[in-house]
């Protein structure tokens, strides 16, 4: 069945570094790609989409190309603020399957 | 415009005891869901209602119960309750399933089973 794999954290990182969180994914038809964060305490927020292979969503700097040839959507942002750490979450959504499949979750943590 | 709402926000149960988890969307969805949060799981689908009057069974419905009480409003039953569903509960709507249709969450039910 439709699944996904990604990065395994926690990730720490200083203020004003480069982010990179890697996605992967297993379809056998051609699914909508998703990020979403969760906050401390909450639940989970659409962070971007994209729908079709070549696309890109980006979001609060926040940046994920669909690139179909190596089944990925990697999350990246150029400069972390300390306000970002939170809990990354990969997922997909088969057109014909009714549900989403979510990855484990990369729990990001963004020092001063 | 609360979205979608949950309670209780925490439960504490004892082994065999029963609870019903309620949820309601005012965001006249047509699809709702119900996720469990383990560490290191992500989030796995108990059930879901891809419209009213209608259930179906997501990867871990074992143990729980549904009802598609109107459009607004999803409930998730416990008959017994376990020490294995101590977990994070959300629910979710979305206009429609599958595809690019965004998902919106609740802001989730801590649930402890002694």
């Known amino acids: 069945g439709d699944s996904v794999t990604q990065m395994e954290g926690p990730v720490t990182l200083s203020e004003e570094a480069f982010l990179t969180i890697n996605c992967t994914y297993t379809?056998?038809?051609?699914?909508?790609l998703f990020w979403y964060v969760q906050y401390p305490g909450e639940g989970l927020q659409l962070l971007l989409k994209?729908?079709?292979?070549?696309d890109k969503g980006s979001n609060k700097g926040f940046e994920a190309t669909y690139r179909k040839e190596t089944t990925s959507f990697h999350l990246e942002k150029g400069s972390v603020q300390v306000s970002d750490s939170a809990v990354y979450f990969c997922?997909?959504?088969?057109?014909?399957?009714?549900?989403?499949?979510f990855g484990a979750g990369t729990r990001l943590t963004v020092k001063p | 415009n609360a979205g979608v709402t949950q309670t209780p926000k925490f439960q504490v149960l004892k082994t065999g005891q029963s609870m019903t988890l309620q949820c309601a969307q005012d965001?006249?969805?047509?699809?709702m869901y119900w996720y469990r949060q383990d560490p290191g799981m992500g989030l796995r689908l108990i059930y879901y209602?891809?419209?009213?009057?209608?259930?179906d069974k997501g990867e871990v419905p074992n143990g729980y119960n549904v009802s598609r009480l109107n459009k607004r409003e999803f409930s998730l039953r416990l008959e017994s309750a376990a020490p294995s569903q101590t977990s994070v509960y959300f629910c979710?709507?979305?206009?429609?399933?599958?595809?690019?249709?965004?998902?919106?969450f609740g802001p989730g039910t801590r649930l402890t089973v002694l």
């Open positions: 965001m006249n969805h047509n699809s």
């Open positions: 994209a729908t079709k292979a070549d």
């Open positions: 379809a056998t038809g051609y699914p909508s």
């Open positions: 997922a997909l959504s088969d057109p014909w399957v009714g549900d989403m499949r």
């Open positions: 979710a709507s979305s206009e429609r399933t599958g595809g690019n249709n965004e998902q919106f």
């Open positions: 209602s891809a419209s009213e009057g209608t259930t």
